[in-house]
């Protein structure tokens, strides 16, 4: 840093959609993939929308110069960016470095999604968030060396466009603290005692970004706020002291922003950052407050984070400038307008939703609604609030008229949630019903199914898209949709699958098909966020009391049974999932509007059972990645999630199984909620992790079904029948059989059908390898 680095500027937002307004990345990035674009052509268009979001930026208000505009772009996920660029992958990748060590785009994707032998890294939940990251896997072995300039040319691509960005990094006290250890780690290595050895390559990485013209700075440590991290609260401070005591005295670097969202800072961090010589602190203040310990915050610049990059609601801006006010008392020597995070969970922009109420979308602000409210709030820091009062009034008649829109509150649906008895969450004793579903299904040892989708081929796509242009009738939609339906049951049939699903055609995603079909919701036509990679999904909006005015799914799932007689799966998203995948409205409890859906869900189980099917399976994808960062606020919310998925449930006779779902549950952290859940079985994604899970469902005493997935469908990679094996083996061996379910990690929508059917014959297989083992009847 110099004396002459200009002042951070009065209002920012910490990062950007960087998956296009019409996802263009996502398809840039699949046609490289697919070897219909090279690497040349990938970059160009990743360079153009790079450029469009710094015009947008600057069109909405922020600063070409000043650093206000924040360079967030990532080809995949931004803790694999900062990772490669210190290098730190682990050996099987080596010998996709470049001959002076750099780590190039090929390397990149191949750590992202693997290749041929190369398992990729393992991913798992961004804190509490929908979002993806790839777990870094650091050891004792680890060399730590600047292994790409992509931040560096970034910034100087920006500059020679006439702007100064602030790039944005992953902090080296969250890439280790979110990172594993290698498998050569000796046992119980904690990744973040290699820190000393890394920030010596970030000041490095810092030094390239001033050399190419770099003012600012943002490394995100949102590892900071968490109290949910195998390291403790005490620690990770005690390594931001120290990590940032060595940054904020490199010589030459940019000027630092620390930023911290996702929840209030601890005190300990809070005190670290505050002593530690870097210029810009940026706090969450949408889910925290400033914390209590008092600090001197003279010399720095205090970025409060009041505006919610995690929601879509217009909000409380006068709520949200008085919370600026406060911050003035602090001492900083400036206080900045922010979001609470990056906008990437949110969508671009709401003018683009044509086909939503004009009242519902004047309740709303997605990204560029949120970088002009921070504008407004940058301009009233520097004028004064008469200067944006009509700005304020304006959004605090919003909020009061959405507070009285019909809809909103519905008589019915309070009433019936308010006449609930603990007997409605009771479903009533686990062995009775393993006899009642042992005599209804006549399943074999170690069942095969899979988790619910098949691939959603592009043929499917059309015909949706033509069904909701109007070039194809209903009927013939339909029609479609039976067609797909039959070839899938006859598919899973010819596998030798033990209990079928009807693959999901019909539905576009796992949550909107749902909001669809239920009062209180509504959906977007381009409100695309990114979950992972090139994937990205429409949170549909929560708005209103929520009901059920027909049934949703009945009808496909009887279809799909009259085809075969194997058990056919009901296919439910659960009440958590529906919430945390959604963009939920934030004027009552989640608990209450949990409750609402699960209502809802529950009148379509009794649907599915009198239409006859047997198996339902009520998906919680979701139920860990909702978990509250800080351990007070946990109890509370599994007591509600558990609560929920069991008035779902519940009503269920004793010969139905009940089937449930989790994704990246780190099953130690929620195995008690697990457990309360109640369902006959839980299916839980382990095939990237090699079956970690399966010692902690040993090791806790789970009784009832479980299903570790033995196939990593986020990959493209088919697995082996001897890897299906291991897996199957190793939950054979530590697990009573009994409890055993064979099945993917999670629904295969996103995958092609080849690797698909390789990937099922190879799992058929193995199963029948280990029943032999085993001495079981198939």
């Known amino acids: ?83 490669v660029a210190v290098g730190a992958l682990p050996e099987r990748f080596a010998d996709l470095r470049g001959d002076d060590g750099e780590i190039g785009l090929g390397a990149y994707f191949t750590a992202a999604r693997g290749a041929g032998e190369k398992a990729p890294l393992e991913m798992t939940k961004w804190f509490d968030t929908n979002y993806h990251y790839l777990v870094p896997e650091i050891g004792p072995e680890t060399r730590f060396a600047l292994s790409s300039d992509r931040f560096a040319r970034q910034v100087a691509e920006a500059r020679a466009d006439g702007f100064t960005v602030r790039p944005v990094i992953v902090g080296p006290v969250t890439l280790l603290a979110l990172a594993k250890a290698t498998d050569a780690a000796p046992a119980g290595f904690d990744p973040l005692t290699r820190l000393d050895d890394l920030v010596p390559v970030y000041a490095e990485l810092l030094a390239s970004l001033r050399s190419a013209g770099a003012d600012w700075v943002q490394l995100d440590e949102p590892a900071l706020v968490s109290e949910s991290l195998p390291v403790d609260a005490a620690t990770l401070a005690a390594a931001a002291a120290r990590a940032y005591a060595a940054l904020g005295t490199a010589a030459d670097r940019p000027a630092i922003l620390v930023a911290a969202g996702y929840a209030q800072l601890t005190d300990a961090a809070w005190t670290a950052l505050a002593a530690a010589p870097v210029e810009a602190v940026a706090i969450d203040l949408t889910r925290g407050a400033t914390p209590d310990a008092a600090v001197d915050l003279g010399g720095k610049t205090l970025v409060g984070g009041v505006i919610d990059g995690r929601n879509i609601w217009r909000g409380d801006l006068a709520g949200a400038w008085a919370k600026l006010e406060a911050l003035e008392a602090l001492g900083a020597d400036r206080v900045s307008a922010g979001t609470s995070t990056s906008l990437q969970h949110v969508p671009h922009d709401v003018d683009d939703e044509t086909r939503l109420d004009p009242r519902l979308a004047s309740w709303l602000a997605f990204a560029d609604q949120k970088t002009r409210q921070v504008v407004t709030l940058a301009r009233g820091l520097a004028d004064g609030a008469d200067a944006i009062a009509d700005e304020l009034a304006a959004a605090s008649a919003a909020l009061a008229d959405r507070r009285s829109a019909p809809g909103v509150r519905d008589g019915a649906v309070r009433e019936r949630a308010e006449a609930l ?358």
């Open 421 to 778: 008895t603990p007997d409605d969450f009771d479903r009533g004793d686990y062995d009775a019903r393993v006899a009642a579903q042992e005599a209804a299904l006549g399943l074999p040892v170690l069942p095969t199914t899979t988790i619910g989708s098949f691939p959603q081929t592009g043929d499917i796509r059309r015909a949706r898209a033509r069904h909701a242009k109007g070039e194809i009738s209903t009927e013939e939609y339909e029609q479609f949709l039976r067609d797909e339906i039959a070839r899938v049951v006859a598919l899973q049939e010819d596998l030798g699958l033990d209990v079928l699903v009807h693959g999901e055609a019909e539905r576009n995603d796992m949550v909107q098909y749902f909001a669809e079909n239920l009062g209180g919701f509504d959906v977007t036509e381009h409100g695309w966020v990114q979950s992972y990679g090139s994937r990205a999904t429409r949170p549909s909006i929560l708005w209103g009391d929520v009901s059920r005015p027909a049934p949703i799914t009945v009808a496909w799932s009887t279809f799909a049974q009259s085809l075969t007689d194997k058990p056919m799966k009901g296919m439910l998203t659960g009440p958590v999932t529906i919430l945390a995948w959604s963009f939920v409205r934030d004027d009552q409890p989640l608990a209450e509007t949990a409750n609402q859906v699960a209502l809802a869900l529950r009148d379509e189980i009794a649907d599915l059972e009198a239409a006859g099917i047997g198996v339902i399976q009520v998906d919680e994808p979701a139920l860990r990645e909702l978990l509250p960062l800080k351990k007070a606020d946990q109890p509370a919310y599994l007591e509600w999630s558990v609560g929920a998925f069991r008035l779902a449930t519940a009503g269920a006779a004793e010969a139905t199984q009940v089937h449930t779902h989790l994704c990246y549950s780190e099953f130690d952290v929620v195995i008690d909620a697990i457990a309360a859940l109640d369902a006959d079985v839980t299916s839980i994604e382990a095939a990237r992790s090699r079956g970690e899970v399966i010692g902690d469902i040993a090791a806790s005493g789970f009784t009832h079904g479980v299903g570790p997935g033995v196939y990593d469908i986020h990959s493209p990679r088919v697995p082996s029948v001897g890897e299906v094996a291991d897996l199957l083996d190793r939950a054979a061996t530590e697990l009573p059989l009994r409890q055993v379910w064979v099945n993917p990690d999670c629904g295969l929508k996103t995958r092609g059908y080849d690797e698909t059917v390789e990937s099922l014959r190879n799992i058929i297989t193995a199963t029948r390898d280990i029943r032999e083992k085993v001495g079981a009847a198939v």
């Open 1 to 83: 840093m110099t004396d002459t680095t200009p002042a951070f500027p009065r209002g920012t937002i910490l990062g950007y959609p960087r998956i296009g307004r019409r996802r263009e990345l996502k398809r840039a990035v699949e046609a490289h993939w697919a070897g219909t674009a090279d690497e040349q052509q990938l970059e160009t268009t990743a360079a153009e929308l790079r450029r469009q979001t710094r015009e947008r930026l600057a069109a909405l208000g922020l600063g070409r110069d000043d650093s206000s505009i924040p360079e967030s772009f990532s080809y995949y996920d931004q803790v694999l960016d900062a990772a």
